[in-house]
């Protein structure tokens, strides 16, 4: 019978104090590689819930696979009352998001923008502020200067009324949602400058709210501003430092230039 051999036994080793804490770091770094890598979860800091930040991508309904948007309603941080239905007649931006979501504070300028861009076309914004400390809420809309209001919806159940269109663990989210009242596009994750009025402009052509192409943008405007704060500002150092006054006509007084004799430059 063949004999096999396994080679020198090796005695197992258990595993030393600093050994087990380079394995616990080990196996940290491990998971966080991991999620940064593909789960994107982040967790709100103070509760249990787990939230999905997506990967951005977008989906459009067209007319006929339209379908009407939930009623919701709530109060806001400022302590107004809103219905979704006050917007009728209006497109409707609504931006799911946290003050402890770091994906939702990166796209907070671009949701600005958007917004100063479009106020003439037919476009509000509506935030919906899931998940959190209303004192951290307020204070982190008061510090950004979010120019529209927010619902403050501490159980998520605008996301739930959502549910069959976007994920309600998906934060940031944002839908588009026409003057009908019904959704005409969805973002999960982080929305963009490009990607926001690209899914904004045909619903605003097909409404007949102006034309985008004609919105004022926001950053050739500040650019514009920043040109003519430099130009300024060469301007007035272009000028010589200590230049005198024009002198008078006459070094005497009496507009002839000349001396009349006395001493003083004064006439007879």
Known sequence: ?????????????????MGRVWCALALAAVLALSGCAGGNEIQNSGADDRFISGDGSSTVFEGA???????????????D?????????????????????????????VLDEVHAEYADLGVDFLGVNIKDDETAAQAYAEHQEIPYPSLY?????????????VPPRSIPSTLIIDPEGRIAARVIGPTTYGQLTELLNPVVVEFDLGDPEERPRVAEQEAAENEDGADSEASEGAGEPGASEEPAEGADGDGDGTDDGDGNGDSD
Do not use: K
């Open 65 to 79: 696979d339209r379908v009407e948007a939930p009623e919701v309603s709530g109060t806001t941080l400022d302590g």
């Open 153 to 165: 919806d501490q159980p998520g159940e605008v996301p739930q009324a959502f549910r069959d269109t």
């Open 1 to 17: 019978m063949p004999s096999t051999s396994a080679g020198p036994r090796l005695r197992s080793a258990r595993p030393t104090a």
């Open 81 to 109: 009352e809103v219905a979704l239905s006050d917007y009728l007649g209006e497109i409707v931006v609504l931006n799911v998001w946290a003050s402890w979501c770091g994906p939702c504070r990166a796209e907070q300028p």
